[in-house]
Each structure stands twice: as C-alpha cells, then as structure tokens.
C-alpha cells in the first residue's frame, strides 16, 4: 500500500506545473495602508480598500487584511476596548451560554438536548432532552433553568446563544425579565460560543 499512496502523491503533485504567483505588493502601497489604518483608527480593512481604490490604487480587501494582520494591527473597525476573549475571561462569574446537543441513540433515533453552562465554574445544567425540539419547549426549560438557579440567576448578566429558530422572544423574555443580556453569536461562528459547543 506504501507504493500505492506514493504513486497517487506524485500523480497530484503540482508543484512544478506552479508558476511565478502574484506579485508582492509594492511598499509604498503597504505604508499608505498602515498610515490609514493608524490615522482612522475606526477603519476596516474594507474601508481602507476602497479609500485606496478612490486615490486609484485598486487593491483586493483580503490583501489589506494581510497587510493589517502582518504589521499587528486588528483589521476590525473597533480597534480599542477588549477582544472577545478578554471580555468573556473578566464577565465569567456573570456569564452563562446555551445551545443545543445532537444525541443519537442506539437505534439512531436523533434526540436533542437544551444545555446551559455557566462560563466560571463550568458548570454544566442540561435542561431537557426531546426528540422534537420547539420554541415552546425551549422557553419552558428556559423558565426550570430560572426557577432552578434561584438566587444565583442575580449574578447573571449576560447570556450567550446562537441564532436558531428556538430561541425566540418568549424564551429570550425569561432572561430579560431577570436583567440578563442576550448576546446573539455571528452566523456560522461556532468558535463565538466555544465553552458550550
């Protein structure tokens, strides 16, 4: 089999056919778009692409990212105040997340659990388990999670949660009544709600 995998690397190896790449990017052009970003510290990096592209300098914005992310300099248009990481390391004690588990069982029966974890003692509470999960479920066991932590609930302040169908306003109405702040996660960021996932 060793012959075999050989022969398929070689078959699938490109590296002679490559040819010279794309050209670096000037210098000047680099120094324009460090001197943007740290005269407009409120700038993207798609912002200082199409500045650039008015002065007539048409760049792509993934290259102004690299230019930004290889000099240090965060390419958000927030610059200042924490990252992600360091909000959620200092909001701890006050923060809890949620989302759903996919279980299946022996006889491949997909069942779903509602789990809450709170981010300083990691603790785990797993709210239910269904093998139909709806948004009147979800508020429900949102509702035994609130009963269930008691006093405990107070020292909550915000409450991490994807953006699915089951979460909606009624179960984001149990933790607002209690003064919890719901934070929605982006699209497709599963790393944004990393603890719980």
Known sequence: MAWHRKLVACRWNYSERRGPGRPPTKVAIKKLVLRLARENSRWGHRRIQGELARLGHPIAASTVWQILHAAGIDPAPRRSGPTWREFLSTQATAVIACDFLHIDTVGLQPLYALVFLEHHTRRLHVAGVTARPTAAWATQQARNLAI??????????????????????????????????????????????????
């Open 148 to 197: 269930s932590l008691g006093m405990r609930i107070d020292a909550l302040r915000f409450l991490i949660r994807d953006r699915g169908s089951k979460y909606t306003d009624a179960f984001d109405a149990v933790f607002q009544a209690e003064d919890i702040e719901i934070i929605k996660t982006p699209v497709r960021a599963p790393k944004a709600n990393a603890h719980c996932e």
